[in-house]
């Protein structure tokens, strides 16, 4: 059975800096692109960012050069480094594995970031 | 970026009657590949999204078959045969042919 389990979310100051981690299991981790996307509240999806199983990364223009994204293949798990965090940066952070490409198919069950002072 | 628009906001539906939710790209998401990349998910009431349909029309591992996916090109259409209560939630296309994913604004099924 996948899983995915984030972690990390938390409240920081605008400008601010915060990792979150998703730590995956039931699959072959290392053989997916591993999604970021996020859910301001009460607002729709937005995607963020993906990891290619070869290292590849790709960032959404609203988080381009503030965010980036990794992953650690003996661990199984995802990361997102966040910084110069923004007000408009509050939402639910989900990370998704990927069915083909960076398309989703199975998401977690999210890690709130909130950016305020 | 393509932008996927989802019509209605919101629909409401008796128990064991059809449902349709409309999606469209503004760009046509047919890849060379002969494969086209729309997906549905469906996130229901405090909960992560979970993948209904894939690549337009296969339905995802676990997904009743009174869901379905349709369309080409540029309209989409996700049809439920006979809605049930376990339907409720938001609706969302999204395309995958091309970086950024974009995803439609939504749609809300409520039951009567």
């Known amino acids: 059975e996948v899983q995915l389990l984030e972690s990390g979310g938390d409240l920081v100051q605008p400008g601010g800096s915060l990792r979150v981690s998703c730590a995956a299991s039931g699959f072959t981790f290392s053989t997916y692109d591993m999604n970021w996307v996020r859910q301001a509240p009460g607002k729709g999806l937005e995607w963020v960012s993906v990891?290619?199983?070869?290292?590849?990364?790709y960032y959404a223009d609203s988080v381009k050069g503030r965010f980036s994204i990794s992953r650690d293949n003996s661990r199984n798990t995802l990361f997102l480094q966040m910084n110069n965090l923004r007000a408009e940066d509050t939402a639910v952070y989900y990370c998704a594995k990927s069915i083909s490409g960076a398309r989703p198919d199975y998401w977690g069950q999210g890690t709130l970031v909130t950016v305020s002072s | 970026d393509i932008v996927m628009t989802q019509t209605p906001l919101s629909l409401s539906v008796t128990p064991g009657q059809p449902a349709s939710i409309s999606c469209k790209s503004s760009?046509?998401?047919?890849?060379?590949?002969?494969?086209?990349?729309l997906y549905w998910y469906l996130q229901k009431p405090g909960q992560s999204p979970q993948l209904l349909i894939y690549e337009l029309s296969s339905r995802f591992s676990g997904v009743p078959d009174r869901f379905s996916g349709s369309g080409s090109g540029t309209d989409f259409t996700l049809k439920i045969s006979r809605v049930e209560a376990e339907d409720v939630g938001v609706y969302y296309c999204?395309?995958?042919?091309?970086?950024?994913?974009?995803f439609g604004g939504g749609t809300k099924v409520e039951i009567k």
């Open positions: 999204m395309q995958g042919i091309r970086l950024p994913l974009t």
């Open positions: 760009q046509s998401l047919l890849q060379t590949d002969g494969k086209t990349y």
């Open positions: 990891i290619t199983a070869a290292a590849n990364t």
